[in-house]
């Protein structure tokens, strides 16, 4: 399995600031996937972060508001940049990790953000 | 482009109760299925994952099913409880490992 620990767990932010949120896993892995819950919705997956290359986005996020950095296999930030309303969610980190031979998504507790 | 549905939206029964929730994938190249709980404001604890070449997984009171031919997975749940109260979330992996997930469902028990 794997462990991974965000931080923070919940923010409240000005409109036009940014927000950094960091992933730490408690083993190397491969690639790590952000993703964002709106209020009332499902998740969304955001970009997919490997070590030691450019991050891979979805349709409609853009690196400019999202910037990924993934400096180690044990680490990542997600920046949310210039925030609205609009931005306000939960932003989820997760990994893929073994549990007795089969590999599965293991997710952080989030961070729940409200921008006003 | 992967779509996954989930039935019902919202589900109220009382205490004691079986119950199942469905899922819907239009594309079955999967390589696997999880079904993931989510308490108001909190992340996800998974349930149980079936691999696209199984065809059921148990895990004390729940079991999952995955037929893929036809692109469906359900989720049963025995003796229901008022802590199973929570949202579900069903989700597939692709061959590029992201999961795609649906709109969940909503499930309070009453006590």
């Known amino acids: 399995s794997a462990v991974i620990s965000q931080k923070p767990s919940r923010d409240i932010c000005q409109r036009g600031t940014s927000l950094t949120i960091q992933c730490q896993v408690d083993?190397?892995?491969?690639?790590m996937f952000w993703y964002r819950q709106q209020p009332g919705q499902s998740l969304t997956l955001i970009a997919t972060a490997n070590q030691g290359s450019e991050a891979t986005y979805e349709s409609g996020f853009v690196i400019d508001k999202f910037p990924i950095s993934r400096p180690n296999l044990t680490f990542s930030t997600l920046t949310v940049s210039n925030m609205s309303p609009e931005d306000s969610s939960i932003y989820l980190c997760?990994?893929?990790?073994?549990?007795?031979?089969?590999?599965?998504?293991?997710f952080g507790q989030g961070t729940r953000l409200t921008v006003v | 482009k992967q779509e996954v549905t989930q039935i019902p939206a919202a589900l109220s029964v009382p205490e004691g109760e079986n119950l199942v929730l469905n899922c819907s994938f239009t594309?079955?190249?999967?390589?696997?299925l999880q079904w993931f709980r989510q308490d108001p404001g909190k992340g996800l604890t998974s349930l149980l994952l079936i691999q696209s070449s199984q065809r059921e997984q148990t895990s004390g009171r729940l079991n999952a099913s995955l037929d893929k031919s036809s692109g469906r997975s359900t989720l049963y749940i025995a003796a229901s409880q008022p802590g199973d109260s929570a949202t579900y979330l069903c989700?597939?992996?692709?061959?590029?490992?992201?999961?795609?997930f649906g709109s969940g469902t909503q499930l309070t028990v009453l006590p």
């Open positions: 997760s990994v893929e990790g073994q549990q007795a031979g089969v590999k599965e998504a293991f």
């Open positions: 083993s190397q892995v491969t690639m």
């Open positions: 594309d079955s190249a999967i390589y696997n």
């Open positions: 989700a597939v992996s692709g061959s590029a490992r992201q999961l795609t």
